[in-house]
Protein backbone atom coordinates (compact mmCIF):
# COMPACT_ATOMS: atom_id res chain seq x y z
CA UNK A 1 0.00 0.00 0.00
CA UNK A 2 2.83 2.02 1.01
CA UNK A 3 4.87 2.00 -2.64
CA UNK A 4 1.71 2.12 -4.27
CA UNK A 5 0.46 5.44 -2.65
CA UNK A 6 4.02 6.79 -3.88
CA UNK A 7 3.41 5.78 -6.82
CA UNK A 8 0.11 7.55 -7.31
CA UNK A 9 1.90 10.74 -5.45
CA UNK A 10 5.03 10.85 -8.06
CA UNK A 11 2.70 10.28 -10.93
CA UNK A 12 -0.15 13.36 -9.76
CA UNK A 13 2.73 15.41 -9.89
CA UNK A 14 3.84 14.61 -13.15
CA UNK A 15 0.68 15.01 -14.52
CA UNK A 16 -0.09 11.36 -15.34
CA UNK A 17 -2.19 8.65 -13.50
CA UNK A 18 -0.86 5.74 -12.45
CA UNK A 19 -1.56 2.17 -13.09
CA UNK A 20 0.20 0.11 -10.73
CA UNK A 21 0.42 -3.92 -11.59
CA UNK A 22 2.39 -6.14 -9.28
CA UNK A 23 4.59 -9.14 -10.14
CA UNK A 24 6.95 -11.84 -8.42
CA UNK A 25 10.09 -9.42 -6.65
CA UNK A 26 12.77 -11.97 -8.59
CA UNK A 27 11.05 -10.73 -11.67
CA UNK A 28 10.75 -7.00 -11.55
CA UNK A 29 13.85 -5.98 -13.09
CA UNK A 30 13.46 -8.04 -16.25
CA UNK A 31 9.81 -6.73 -16.88
CA UNK A 32 11.66 -3.32 -16.27
CA UNK A 33 14.25 -3.54 -18.76
CA UNK A 34 11.81 -5.57 -21.28
CA UNK A 35 9.24 -2.54 -21.21
CA UNK A 36 6.79 -4.44 -19.59
CA UNK A 37 6.50 -1.67 -17.33
CA UNK A 38 7.57 1.98 -16.53
CA UNK A 39 9.16 1.62 -13.44
CA UNK A 40 9.94 0.06 -10.23
CA UNK A 41 8.23 1.65 -6.93
CA UNK A 42 8.20 -1.22 -5.12
CA UNK A 43 10.97 -0.55 -1.78
CA UNK A 44 14.06 -2.32 -4.17
CA UNK A 45 17.56 -1.31 -2.78
CA UNK A 46 20.09 -0.02 -5.40
CA UNK A 47 22.73 -2.48 -5.18
CA UNK A 48 25.76 -2.35 -7.44
CA UNK A 49 24.41 -5.58 -9.28
CA UNK A 50 20.93 -3.98 -10.31
CA UNK A 51 22.67 -0.67 -10.91
CA UNK A 52 24.48 -2.47 -13.67
CA UNK A 53 20.74 -3.08 -14.89
CA UNK A 54 19.04 0.04 -13.77
CA UNK A 55 19.11 3.42 -12.97
CA UNK A 56 18.41 4.81 -9.45
CA UNK A 57 16.73 8.01 -7.90
CA UNK A 58 18.19 8.54 -4.68
CA UNK A 59 16.71 6.93 -1.69
CA UNK A 60 13.16 7.42 -0.75
CA UNK A 61 13.18 5.61 2.63
CA UNK A 62 15.93 4.19 4.81
CA UNK A 63 15.69 1.01 6.52
CA UNK A 64 17.48 -1.83 8.38
CA UNK A 65 17.51 -6.00 7.22
CA UNK A 66 16.18 -7.50 10.75
CA UNK A 67 15.78 -10.78 11.91
CA UNK A 68 11.63 -11.55 12.19
CA UNK A 69 10.97 -15.08 14.86
CA UNK A 70 7.91 -15.96 16.49
CA UNK A 71 6.49 -14.33 20.04
CA UNK A 72 7.22 -17.16 21.56
CA UNK A 73 10.80 -17.71 20.65
CA UNK A 74 13.80 -17.95 22.81
CA UNK A 75 16.09 -16.48 19.96
CA UNK A 76 17.22 -13.03 20.89
CA UNK A 77 19.43 -12.27 17.78
CA UNK A 78 21.29 -13.59 15.25
CA UNK A 79 23.93 -14.66 17.44
CA UNK A 80 21.21 -16.97 19.00
CA UNK A 81 21.16 -18.53 15.53
CA UNK A 82 21.93 -23.15 16.02
CA UNK A 83 21.29 -25.12 12.47
CA UNK A 84 18.17 -22.75 12.09
CA UNK A 85 16.17 -22.05 9.08
CA UNK A 86 15.56 -19.02 8.03
CA UNK A 87 13.41 -17.74 5.65
CA UNK A 88 13.80 -14.56 2.66
CA UNK A 89 11.45 -13.33 -0.14
CA UNK A 90 12.89 -14.87 -3.82
CA UNK A 91 14.93 -11.89 -5.38
CA UNK A 92 15.99 -10.32 -2.40
CA UNK A 93 19.51 -9.93 -1.01
CA UNK A 94 18.33 -11.13 2.01
CA UNK A 95 19.39 -14.77 0.70
CA UNK A 96 23.30 -13.64 0.33
CA UNK A 97 22.80 -12.28 3.86
CA UNK A 98 21.18 -14.81 5.36
CA UNK A 99 23.89 -17.62 3.77
CA UNK A 100 26.32 -15.53 5.54
CA UNK A 101 25.12 -15.87 8.72
CA UNK A 102 26.39 -17.78 11.81
CA UNK A 103 24.07 -20.69 12.76
CA UNK A 104 21.88 -20.57 9.74
CA UNK A 105 21.28 -23.84 9.15
CA UNK A 106 18.76 -23.59 6.27
CA UNK A 107 17.62 -20.55 3.62
CA UNK A 108 14.38 -21.47 2.74
CA UNK A 109 13.03 -18.92 -0.26
CA UNK A 110 9.27 -17.89 -0.86
CA UNK A 111 8.05 -15.83 -3.19
CA UNK A 112 7.47 -12.99 -1.07
CA UNK A 113 8.16 -11.36 2.42
CA UNK A 114 4.61 -12.22 4.05
CA UNK A 115 5.11 -15.84 3.22
CA UNK A 116 8.16 -16.36 4.63
CA UNK A 117 6.91 -14.42 8.21
CA UNK A 118 3.34 -16.56 7.83
CA UNK A 119 5.44 -19.58 7.84
CA UNK A 120 7.62 -18.01 11.16
CA UNK A 121 4.39 -17.29 12.62
CA UNK A 122 3.40 -20.60 12.56
CA UNK A 123 6.01 -22.55 13.60
CA UNK A 124 7.29 -23.72 10.07
CA UNK A 125 10.49 -22.23 10.38
CA UNK A 126 12.46 -20.64 12.94
CA UNK A 127 13.29 -17.20 11.81
CA UNK A 128 12.75 -14.64 8.52
CA UNK A 129 15.20 -11.69 7.56
CA UNK A 130 13.10 -8.79 5.94
CA UNK A 131 13.13 -5.26 6.08
CA UNK A 132 11.87 -3.96 9.58
CA UNK A 133 9.16 -1.90 8.60
CA UNK A 134 7.66 -4.21 6.00
CA UNK A 135 7.74 -6.79 8.71
CA UNK A 136 5.87 -4.53 11.57
CA UNK A 137 3.23 -3.63 9.36
CA UNK A 138 3.01 -7.40 7.93
CA UNK A 139 2.98 -8.14 11.18
CA UNK A 140 -0.18 -5.42 12.00
CA UNK A 141 -1.99 -6.29 9.13
CA UNK A 142 -2.30 -10.07 9.06
CA UNK A 143 -2.09 -10.41 12.71
CA UNK A 144 0.95 -12.44 12.66
CA UNK A 145 2.70 -14.05 16.20
CA UNK A 146 6.26 -12.64 15.36
CA UNK A 147 8.22 -9.88 16.38
CA UNK A 148 11.67 -8.21 15.50
CA UNK A 149 14.60 -9.57 17.83
CA UNK A 150 18.46 -7.95 17.84
CA UNK A 151 19.32 -4.74 16.01
CA UNK A 152 19.39 -4.28 12.65
CA UNK A 153 21.59 -6.81 10.85
CA UNK A 154 22.42 -4.71 7.93
CA UNK A 155 21.27 -1.04 6.75
CA UNK A 156 19.02 -1.37 3.61
CA UNK A 157 17.08 1.07 1.75
CA UNK A 158 15.04 1.84 -1.10
CA UNK A 159 15.35 3.95 -4.34
CA UNK A 160 13.24 3.91 -7.52
CA UNK A 161 14.26 2.08 -10.48
CA UNK A 162 13.87 3.01 -14.46
CA UNK A 163 15.23 1.56 -17.32
CA UNK A 164 19.14 3.14 -18.39
CA UNK A 165 17.07 3.68 -21.94
CA UNK A 166 14.86 6.20 -20.63
CA UNK A 167 16.70 9.29 -18.98
CA UNK A 168 13.85 11.66 -19.54
CA UNK A 169 12.07 9.68 -17.60
CA UNK A 170 14.29 9.04 -15.28
CA UNK A 171 14.85 12.88 -14.56
CA UNK A 172 11.18 13.80 -14.61
CA UNK A 173 10.25 11.20 -11.86
CA UNK A 174 13.43 12.09 -9.55
CA UNK A 175 11.80 15.96 -10.03
CA UNK A 176 8.83 14.42 -8.99
CA UNK A 177 10.64 12.20 -5.50
CA UNK A 178 12.17 15.61 -4.54
CA UNK A 179 8.57 17.63 -4.78
CA UNK A 180 6.82 14.84 -2.84
CA UNK A 181 9.64 14.86 -0.08
CA UNK A 182 9.87 18.77 0.09
CA UNK A 183 6.23 19.62 -0.05
CA UNK A 184 4.65 17.42 2.88
CA UNK A 185 3.06 14.54 0.47
CA UNK A 186 5.28 12.23 1.22
CA UNK A 187 5.42 13.21 5.00
CA UNK A 188 1.74 12.38 5.22
CA UNK A 189 1.67 9.15 3.50
CA UNK A 190 4.45 7.66 5.52
CA UNK A 191 2.93 8.86 8.49
CA UNK A 192 -0.43 7.00 7.61
CA UNK A 193 1.24 3.78 7.32
CA UNK A 194 4.20 3.72 9.71
CA UNK A 195 3.62 7.07 12.41
CA UNK A 196 6.60 8.80 11.39
CA UNK A 197 8.19 10.20 8.13
CA UNK A 198 10.74 7.08 7.81
CA UNK A 199 12.64 9.33 4.76
CA UNK A 200 14.63 10.76 7.16
Known sequence: GFDIEICEAIADEMGLEAAPVTGAFNTLIAGLTSGRFDTIIGSMTATDERKEQVDFTKNYYENGAVLFVANDSTLTGP????????????????????????????????????????????????????????????????????????????????????????????????????????NGVYAEISNRYFGQDISK
Open 79 to 182: EDLNDAVVGVALGTWFEDLANGLDGVGEVRTYQADIDALNDVSNGRIDAAITVRLGGFYAANESGLDIKAVGGDIAPDSAAIAVAKDNPELFAEISDALDTILS
